[in-house]
């Protein structure tokens, strides 16, 4: 098989049209893969995705596919789905898997119902070999505006992250390297919560003070938890931790803050909200399962803790507010 063969982006959302923009631009030749007939055929007549990311037209490197066996024809693929949708992706891709083939992916959160980080996830369904994993602050509109963007990409094989950071890498988007596999998917993932939390301060009408004392306890549950599951401190510190988390919790391209905020502001249903933003919330199914780790790994995380209880109705976001303030007074 050549190396020449084209990247395979599995994900036609925002995020996974963006990073498949950003080969493009890399002289890189794409076939990005949406599992929806109707998105297929509005993508390959308009030549741009006016569904996730209107307004960026593909250039002629990219292909649309609908065909997932298109696998077995590259050793490239950067798996870009929603998490809850990781599982299923690669059981449909592993018929066609070959075994040496450069997998990243770009996905944030954990396996819903297992709590499984996705690294474990691709272990059961695709057997023991390196993997990659991309993460880190960045808004996929930014990123298709070629405005700069730094993210980590991880693997426990440096030579495996190294060959998608060189694909990466551009004037725009400049990858970091790391062997962090573990601290690296937990940050993506814990930030999430920790942004639908800070969206709830904001929807309260609380200031800039509250928002970031949620970032800074934020970032010392997200460092706790990690520790405890084996990633290392640095990693938490680095754009995969401290960056993505600001970046989440303090703009309004974040879906996971739009949602916290919608919420605190008690007009429309969890349902309605999701309509209006239109694209996954990775927190909702994150807070459950960062919930259950944190008690799992013995890990204490009031902030997760509590917007999990707003999520299922046990606590008002007030109440939630008033109950996190009331708690023991203790040595930072």
């Known amino acids: 098989m050549s190396v020449d063969s084209p990247i395979l982006v599995l994900g036609a959302g925002s995020w996974g049209t963006a990073l498949a923009l950003v080969l493009a631009r890399n002289k890189h030749s794409i076939w990005l893969w949406s599992h929806e007939q109707a998105h297929v055929t509005q993508m390959r007549t308009e030549r741009q995705n006016s569904q996730f990311l209107p307004d960026y037209p593909f250039p002629d490197q990219i292909e649309i596919i609908d065909d997932v066996s298109k696998v ?20 449909r891709i592993k018929p066609y898997f070959q075994p040496d083939t450069h997998l990243c992916w770009a ?29 880190g602050p960045s808004f996929a509109t930014e990123v298709a505006k070629q405005l700069p963007t730094a993210v980590t990409i991880a693997s426990d094989k440096t030579e495996h992250a190294q060959f998608w950071v060189n694909a990466f890498h551009d004037p725009y988007f400049r990858p970091y390297l790391s062997r962090d596999l573990i601290g690296v998917q937990i940050g993506g993932a814990v930030k999430n919560v920790m942004a639908i939390a800070a969206g709830i301060a904001d929807g309260l009408g609380f200031g800039a003070n509250t928002r970031a004392a949620l970032i800074t306890r934020g970032l010392a549950e997200m460092l706790r938890l990690g520790m405890a599951m084996g990633g290392q401190a640095e990693t938490f510190m ?20 739009r949602f916290g905020v919608a919420l605190a502001q008690g007009q429309k249903t969890h349902e309605q909200i999701l309509a209006e933003i239109g694209q996954v919330v990775e927190g909702i199914h994150a807070a459950r399962e960062v919930s259950q780790l944190a008690r799992k790994y013995q890990v204490e995380m009031p902030i997760v803790d509590h917007v999990q209880q707003v999520l299922t109705q046990q606590m008002t976001p007030k109440q939630a507010v008033q109950s996190l303030l009331s708690r023991e007074v203790k040595t930072e």
């Open 107 to 135: 996905t944030k959160g954990f396996e819903y119902d297992t709590g499984l980080l996705l690294h474990e996830v691709a272990y059961n369904v695709l057997g023991q070999q390196a993997f990659s994993v991309l993460s």
């Open 238 to 257: 680095g754009l995969a931790g401290m960056g993505d988390l600001v970046l989440t919790c303090t703009d309004n391209q974040s879906r996971n803050r």
């Open 72 to 91: 077995g024809e590259t050793q490239r693929i950067l798996v870009v789905v929603p998490s809850h949708a990781f599982h299923t992706t690669l059981s």
